[in-house]
Nanobody, 124 residues
Framework: LDDLVESGGGTIQAGGSLTLSCAVHVDTNCLAWFRQAPGKKREDVAVLFTEDGTSDYNKDVRGRFLISRDSPSTATLQMNSLKPSDAAMYYC?????????????????????WGQGTQVAVSS
């Protein structure tokens, strides 16, 4: 059983919405989404510290994306007003421990658990 499994990717027209899901099989209170487009560095998208519900977002998606944890075993990333620049492979990630600061840094090196990714394409 994989620790994290993403689903929900696909091709969407610019301006549309898409919801990604992550099946969580890790006992974690820190979940995040990252993305990587071809030829580009992996970048953070959103993070959620579930102990107090604090979330934070990359400035490029703030106001358009929403990270949530719907149950202990499911996390989602609601993506609205999608742009061609949002096209990428999206990864769900988790870290252990109760370090709120480390969680909210959105530093991928602080996340030990990763899914295989789900592809999002946005057509203009």
């Amino acid at each position: 059983l994989d620790d994290l499994v993403e689903s929900g990717g696909g091709t969407i027209q610019a301006g549309g919405s898409l919801t990604l899901s992550c099946a969580v099989h890790v006992d974690t209170n820190c979940l995040a989404w990252f993305r990587q487009a071809p030829g580009k560095k992996r970048e953070d998208v959103a993070v959620l510290f579930t102990e107090d519900g604090t979330s934070d977002y990359n400035k490029d998606v703030r106001g358009r994306f929403l990270i949530s944890r719907d149950s202990p075993s499911t996390a989602t990333l609601q993506m609205n007003s999608l742009k061609p620049s949002d096209a990428a492979m999206y990864y769900c990630a988790a870290r252990l421990g109760r370090d709120r600061w480390a969680c909210l840094t959105r530093d991928p090196d602080r996340f030990a658990y990763w899914g295989q990714g789900t592809q999002v394409a946005v057509s203009s």
